[in-house]
């Protein structure tokens, strides 16, 4: 009978301490590529990480379930990608594993005083969750791994002043092949969030005849992101793609129009109404709609 293995988390901060975990040298105290195949036996572990990861995954993901793929192009090449504060990883079982795959690591320090670092935050995807990661195709995953190894040959090289620029650079333009690659991805899901919008639509029907306004306020985008099981800048990414519009925007102008509706009743007030979409003060209601709608509540109900 196999013994119960205490689960932990533990804090890895540099890269040092991820390469020191593996077992692996640290050529450069800021960034390093890892081609996981040379990596002896691990067992799975929890970690919270002080830096960035960018995993290219040569073994089918856990969510293949869950989307369906139709492609089987798609099917064992994943990128999964993971930010500074967030935990990673799995409860250990007990029983070792083989990793295989590269791996990018860099810490922030790395993008201070570059252009990637004045706009590393539009990189949305380090905050999806993992079973929101990106499917490459064979060629696509040639692409990433040029990337890799064009950062892997600077890390190796003669270190002269300007290599931590020209690092940076390569590693924005993997992410920027990466973003590339998610509007692709979008596309080949487009039935995936074709569904997941009319769950949307659905979800923000419900609300608003409900009692939740009254008991949470007006919805929010975390609030809708969790009901749908996914994550919050995964599920804006998507609404933007979709419509056009931010998902913050979204659900205002479902709120505006199911204002429209409640404006129709004479015996409401426009606070009678503020407060049944969630609103804690009518004038923050009034002034969301004029810049919605382009009138007033009350000019709205006059005309």
């Not at 690591?105 to 905050?127: A, K, N």
């Not at 696509?140 to 791994?145: A, F, S």
Request: proline content about 4%; some cysteine; overall charge neutral.
């Amino acid at each position: 009978m196999k013994s119960t293995v205490m689960e932990k988390i533990i804090k890895l901060n540099t890269i040092k301490d991820y390469n020191d975990f593996l077992g692996i040298e640290t050529p450069h105290p800021l960034v390093s590529v890892i081609d996981a195949s040379k990596i002896k036996p691990l067992h799975h572990v929890c970690k919270n990480i002080g830096f960035y990861v960018i995993y290219l995954k040569d073994i089918k993901c856990a969510d293949v379930i869950k989307y369906g793929r139709k492609f089987y192009d798609f099917q064992e090449e994943t990128l999964v990608f993971a930010a500074p504060g967030q935990i990673i990883g799995n409860d250990d079982t007990g029983e070792s594993f083989q990793p295989k795959g590269w791996w990018l690591t860099f810490q922030p320090e790395l993008l201070h005083g570059t252009p990637l670092g004045r706009h590393m935050q539009d990189y949305t995807f380090f905050s999806y969750a993992v079973n929101e990661a990106l499917h490459l195709s064979k060629q696509e995953r040639q692409t990433v791994i040029d990337c890799m190894m064009k950062i892997d040959e600077e890390i190796k090289g003669a270190t002269d002043k300007h290599s931590r620029l020209i690092i940076a650079s390569a590693i924005e333009l993997l992410l920027n092949y990466c973003i590339r690659f998610y509007d692709r991805q979008f596309i080949t899901r487009k039935k995936e969030n074709k569904d997941a919008l009319s769950s949307f639509e659905a979800l923000l029907n419900d609300y608003f005849t409900s009692d939740k306004p009254s008991k949470f306020g007006t919805p929010t985008v975390a609030y809708c992101a969790d009901q749908l099981h996914l994550s919050a800048n995964y599920f804006g990414d998507m609404i933007k793609k979709e419509t056009g519009s931010s998902a913050q925007e979204y659900i205002l102008t479902k709120t505006m129009d199911t204002a429209k509706e409640l404006l129709a009743d004479p015996n409401k007030s426009v606070s009678d109404v503020a407060y049944a979409l969630g609103y804690q003060y009518p004038q923050y209601f009034s002034k969301a709609f004029k810049r919605i709608i382009g009138c007033s509540p009350n000019e709205y109900r006059t005309s």
